[in-house]
């Protein structure tokens, strides 16, 4: 998307770091239309804002994203504070490399990684081998300690997300799932 004139966005790290451009961190973003505060709220409004490594104060985004070259904003996923050292989005990023898969979602529940896979339509090849080689890819870019902790669920055919109210997969209730009906890799 292209941000208005008057907005002012930046991309930091968990330093509070800029980023530059094509860099994937926080997105962070000031107007003239930002908020002040909750109302009453004091934890919330602490919440909202933070505060880049120059002093800088941003209203939060809560997205990971980047900025491209052209000034055109990417959001990627939402930030989960849920003590995540990988963000699930990179993980399913990895195991799209792969053209067996058409669709990936990661959630982290608990200490593990579950991605929700779907393969193509008309994949007839080893599922299995497949899983072991996105596995693979995985310990490679993240370490051992993540890909032990990293389980596989199968989905198949047009029903086999939820969706919720407004289109979206329901991340929720993916987490729910937990790691029942995982494949074993």
């Not at 968990?14 to 860099?23: E, K, P, S, T, Y």
């Not at 193509?120 to 300690?145: T, V």
């Amino acid at each position: 998307m292209t941000p208005f004139d008057f907005v002012d966005i930046a991309v930091i790290d968990a330093q509070g770091n800029r980023l530059g451009v094509n860099q994937v961190g926080r997105l962070v973003a000031n107007s003239p239309c930002t908020m002040k505060c909750y109302k009453n709220d004091l934890a919330a409004t602490k919440a909202f804002f933070v505060t880049d490594s120059c002093g800088q104060v941003w209203g939060d985004m809560s997205v990971y994203g980047y900025i491209d070259n052209h000034g055109k904003v990417y959001m990627l996923n939402r930030i989960l504070d849920d003590g995540q050292s990988v963000p699930p989005f990179k993980i399913a990023d990895e195991i799209l490399i792969s053209r067996a898969f058409l669709s990936c979602e990661v959630v982290h529940v608990e200490d593990q990684y579950i991605a929700h896979v779907e393969f193509l339509p008309k994949y007839q090849k080893d599922q299995k081998s497949e899983l072991q080689d996105a596995k693979q890819r995985c310990e490679i870019k993240f370490g051992k300690e993540l890909s032990a902790h990293l389980f596989f669920r199968i989905h198949k055919g047009t029903a086999s997300f939820k969706l919720t109210g407004s289109g979206k997969r329901d991340i929720k209730a993916l987490m729910a799932e937990g790691t029942t009906e995982t494949v074993p890799v």
